[in-house]
């Protein structure tokens, strides 16, 4: 089992910054892939970002390529969620998720690809 705890939501107008934190417990850290999702109120779950066990290798969506950062720190069992320049359309609820693998030969971008999740935090931006 995987325990996984986001935080660094809250509200913020546009164009600003926040910083998503998710702290993972009960597994080994570095043996999974780690990702961020949204929902956004009334849509479907969406893929954001997504890095690799080691931290070396990212990849976004293309909705936040050039505003949002995902990293990690391995010997903190912690994933970040760095989001610059925020847009209202950004609002949602993120979730951190964890693979029970690291990737393959392909990327890890769809729900379906995550066994754990956190609870969740909101981000709203406001116009």
């Known amino acids: 089992q995987v325990q996984l705890v986001e935080s660094g939501g809250g509200l913020v107008q546009a164009g600003g910054s926040l910083r998503l934190s998710c702290a993972a417990s009960?597994?080994?850290?570095?043996?999974?892939?780690m990702a961020w999702f949204r929902r956004a109120p009334g849509k479907e779950r969406e893929f954001v970002a997504t890095?690799?066990?080691?931290?070396?290798?990212?990849y976004s969506a293309d909705s936040v390529k050039g505003r949002f950062t995902i990293s990690r720190v391995n010997t903190e069992n912690t994933v970040y969620l760095q989001m610059n320049n925020l847009r209202p359309e950004d609002t949602a609820v993120y979730y951190c998720?964890?693979?029970?693998?690291?990737?393959?030969?392909?990327?890890?971008?769809?729900?379906?690809?995550?066994?754990?999740w956190g609870q969740g935090t909101q981000v709203t931006v406001s116009s």
């Open positions: 009960g597994r080994t850290f570095s043996r999974s892939a």
């Open positions: 998720a964890a693979a029970a693998t690291c990737w393959g030969d392909i990327r890890l971008v769809s729900v379906s690809e995550y066994v754990y």
């Open positions: 890095i690799s066990c080691s931290g070396v290798s990212t």
